[in-house]
Structures are given as C-alpha cells and as structure tokens.
C-alpha cells in the first residue's frame, strides 16, 4: 500500500532535537507536538513508487551520474531515529550502529524508524524486484548505511523523556563521533535543534579532521516571520561551519516556503513531494528539508566513492561548483550557490581531484583530535593596570614640547631667509692702471 506522509515533527525547545520534516497539511498542534497523521491511498502498481521518482532523479542527473558512480564502498552515517534493516529496498545495505536513545522509551517498545528509513531510502535504496527496478532507488544505491539512532518519533511513549532529560542533551555529538570512530565516509543529518553546544562543534571537528563529510539540514521555519535582515532562524548542526547546509527547492526548483533562509544555507535539492521508503515495506511522500538533505549527501557519497581520499572540503567545493540554477550574483540565502547536480559535481571533483595533495601533519597518520589542545598549556596573560593622571599628564607634556619645537623651527626658518635676502653682493673694484682692459 502506497501511504502519503502529511506530517512529522518534533518537540521544538532549546536542547531538543525536531525532525527537519515540515507538514504538508495543517495539523492540530498537540499539548506538546504534533503527531504524525497518515491518509491511506490506492494500492500502487509495482512501477508506481519507481515513475513517482522520475522528476528527482531528472534534477540530479542520477541516471548519467551512474555511469560514473554508484556509491560502491562507502558508508553513510544516518543520524535518525533508526533505519528499518528488513524493508526489501535497503535489505543487504544497512549496518546497525548505537541507539543513543536508550532508556527514553519503556522496556520492551520498539523503536518505530519511520524518519530514519525514509531518509536511508533516499540515500541508498537499491530497489527489488528483477535488476532492481522496482521500489525506491536511492541517490548512491551501492552505498551502505550506517544507522544511529540519536532522535524518538512524536509516538514513541518516551518522547518526552527524550526531550526533557539532561542525559540526552548531547546524544547528537555522541552520535556523530560514534559515527566516525565505525568508519562513516558521510554523516546525514536530517535533524534540527535552535542551539548549539560545544560538544557538537568539538565533534564535528573532529569528523572532518578524520575525513569526514557532513551534511544537515537548513530547517524549516522559512515560512515564519523573518527576523530584522530578513533571515529565518539559524538551525544546528547545519549552521556549524564545516557541515553543508541544505534547502530545499519546490517543483519549480526555487526555495520551497518552508525552507529556512539565511547565510548558513550552502545548497538546495528538491524537498517537496518527495517519495521514499517506510518500516515494514510500505512508501511514504513528505516535504522538508531534511529529503533534501539525503539527496545531497548521496551526492557526496557518489564523490567519495570515486575519489576516496578527497578531503570534505574539496567535496563540498565540488558539490557546490556543479550546481546548477544558480542565483543572480552566484549566491544567495534561499538557496545557496544553486541545486545540487550529480553528474556536473563528479565532474568538478574530476578536475579538482588532479590537484588534490594530502598533507601529514605532525601527529601521525592517525591525526589530532581538534577538541583537545595543542602543545603545552598557556600561561596566563598577565593584566598591567596603569596610571591614567599619569598618562594625560606626560602626554600632556610631551604634546606641548613637540608644539614649541615646530614653533622654534619656525622661527629659525624665518630669520635666516631675512638674513640672507639683506646681504649686498658688491662687484670688486677694478684698477684701471694694472688690470688688462677687457
């Protein structure tokens, strides 16, 4: 059964993560969130999920992109609430990581990994069925998954546990060291918080010394009251500097509504009407910013797995010099240097790939980690206290013995020009006896 995905969202607060998925309908707001509500549809044919996918594989350029890459060795970390390992799309593709919300949910309930699946399936769907061609196809379909589980669904008996606790307040840093220490090539991220914590960016700095590229979501409170430039509010990890902030585009491929906008945004992908797989081998259609982030991090598993040792930011220049529809001036905050085009961002890693030199720091093949510090400690600054009378008072001087010198200057330039104009040259006297006439 075909079913369409009108909402999911999650608690909104300072330290609590919300999945960047926005409705597609009003929905009433609950005491605390707002619940997932599904609308059953008509059975699908067998080929109904794959022609649904059509126009996003069109816009990425997925079927040229193929010839080139198909994401073979790579792991991508999905940062979610789980990934349904059974569902025929991914089945043989996902690897189970931590569930860092342990505890949250009463003994014996079942994570539902509706968010994390859909967002796997976008990244790495091989489809079913003969050749594959049935089901969802993800962006980089020879990819793995990497399934951390770091968010609950609305549902989940122990989302407000979840949300409230102090204990889970850094379950996302956790996760994306987690992330990297298994062996990811590429985190996503579909998810969102208002503020950021120094673990996060400690943790993402060490991502990317380690290789890593990290891809997240820009968030969607586009469509609320801008603040006084004119920018929707900044939403973390994707504002950190280092990660790839992602919009999303509408049909027409210009920002969707809900997509937030400011100086964070890095690229867009389409993120409306975008169809994807389901726990228990069902299909789902939502809109946000967190399928355009999947999309955008396929791409980058595309990259690395034809350039393995590219560094992340040379993977994100790539991405963002083969994309296309880009703004008047190169760049602007809706979507940032353009939408994401697969085949054009292989062949900008292509060219960059020819120039690519891999520097070996002093700490060793194995690298610093970026959250502890360098050398010897510092000692501290010492602060010299001063004499403020005093300074005015020597300044004082000082000024007015400088004034009296150019005055006294001034005064000698004068007397020795009316010295010298005074002077009489007189001719010497000739002796008219002795000296030869001329």
């Known amino acids: 059964m075909l079913t369409v995905l009108v909402a999911l969202r999650l608690l909104v607060s300072p330290r609590v993560l919300r999945n960047a998925v926005t409705r597609a309908t009003p929905v009433v707001l609950a005491a605390l969130a707002v ?13 109904d999920v794959r022609d649904s996918q059509r126009e996003v594989l069109r816009t990425l350029d997925l079927p040229a992109a193929w010839q080139i890459s198909e994401g073979r060795g790579v792991i991508v970390a999905v940062l979610d609430s789980g990934v349904d390992r059974d569902h025929r799309d991914l089945a043989g593709s996902v690897i189970e990581g931590k569930d860092f919300t342990t505890g949250a949910n009463p003994p014996g309930v079942e994570p539902l990994r509706l968010h994390g699946t859909y967002m796997a399936s976008l990244i790495a769907g091989h489809g079913h069925g003969p050749g594959g061609g049935d089901g969802v196809i993800g962006v980089a379909p020879r990819a793995k998954v990497l399934s951390v589980r770091v968010i609950l669904e609305d549902e989940e008996p122990g989302f407000r546990e979840f949300n409230t606790a102090e204990r889970y307040e850094n379950v996302v840093a956790r996760g994306i060291r987690h992330a990297v220490d298994r062996g990811a090539d590429v985190i996503n991220m579909s998810i969102s918080k208002e503020l950021a914590t120094r673990e996060e960016r400690s943790a993402i700095r060490y991502a ?3 290789g890593v590229v990290l891809v997240a979501a820009a968030g969607n409170e586009g469509a609320e009251k801008p603040d006084a430039r004119g920018h929707a509010p ?17 049909r027409g491929l210009r ?23 389901g726990p228990g081998d069902e299909y789902w259609v939502g809109r946000g910013t967190s399928q355009a982030t999947a999309l955008v991090s396929g791409v980058a598993a595309l990259i ?16 963002t010099a083969g994309a296309t529809r880009r703004p008047t001036g190169g760049y602007d905050t809706d979507t940032g240097f353009g939408v994401v085009n697969a085949t054009r961002a292989l062949a900008a890693a292509a060219r960059i790939s020819r120039h690519t030199l891999t520097a070996e720091g002093a700490g060793g093949a194995g690298g610093h980690d970026p959250a502890r510090p360098l050398g010897r400690a510092v000692e501290p600054v010492r602060i010299v206290h001063r004499d403020r ?16 010198a150019v005055v006294s200057l001034i005064v000698l330039a004068v007397c020795i020009g009316r010295t010298r104009s005074s002077e009489i040259v007189e001719e010497p006297v000739r002796d008219p006896f002795t000296a030869p006439w001329p």
Request: aromatic share 6%; glycine share 8%; hydrophobic share 50%.
């Open 208 to 210: 990317i010394s380690k």
């Open 234 to 250: 900044y939403s973390y990890p994707a504002a950190f500097p280092g990660v790839v902030s992602v919009a999303a585009t509408d």
């Open 35 to 47: 619940p997932v509500v599904l609308v059953p549809a008509p059975v699908a044919r067998a080929d």
């Open 389 to 404: 009378d005093r300074i005015t008072l020597y300044g004082g001087v000082a000024v007015a013995a400088g004034l009296g």
């Open 304 to 319: 690395k797995a034809k350039y393995p040792d590219m560094s992340p930011v040379l993977v994100v220049q790539a991405i």
């Open 255 to 277: 920002r969707a509504s809900f997509s937030n906008r400011n100086p964070s945004v890095l690229v867009a992908a389409p993120g409306v009407d975008i169809l994807g797989a």
